[in-house]
């Protein structure tokens, strides 16, 4: 399995930008799907497959964020632009083992501990 562990989260104003990190240990890393999930909504937000790395975003993050993958550094990371007050959550990072992305939280079989953006207005 893989141990997650996410860092980047903070208090940022409305419209700035965050980048939240995603370092697992262990090897392997390139063989997992990983995607990010929020707390408040549970909701979907963006996934990256293995591999090819092919990005997929959930619908009210589309044009906004941007996740990405270095496999090298064992880290899948999101870049959060333009945020907006109801970005505000508890950003999860999650890994399943497979080449294709999803966006379904019950095919993850890893999940780090979550880290908190808060965006004011």
């Known amino acids: 399995q893989v141990h997650l562990i996410e860092s980047g989260g903070g208090l940022v104003q409305a419209g700035g930008s965050l980048r939240l990190s995603c370092v697992a240990s262990?090897?392997?890393?390139?063989?997992?799907?990983l995607g990010w999930f929020r707390r408040t909504s549970r909701e979907y937000v963006a996934s990256i497959s293995s591999?090819?790395?092919?990005?997929y975003y959930g619908n009210s993050v589309k044009g906004r964020f941007t996740i990405s993958r270095d496999n090298a550094k064992n880290t899948v990371y999101l870049q959060m632009n333009s945020v907006r007050p109801e970005d505000t959550a508890v950003y999860f990072c999650?890994?399943?083992?497979?080449?294709?992305?999803?966006?379904?939280?019950?095919?993850?079989?890893?999940w780090g501990q979550g880290t908190q953006v808060t965006v004011s207005s």
């Open positions: 999650a890994a399943r083992l497979g080449i294709t992305a999803t966006e379904e939280p019950g095919l993850y079989d890893n």
């Open positions: 262990g090897r392997t890393f390139s063989n997992y799907t």
């Open positions: 591999y090819r790395g092919l990005a």
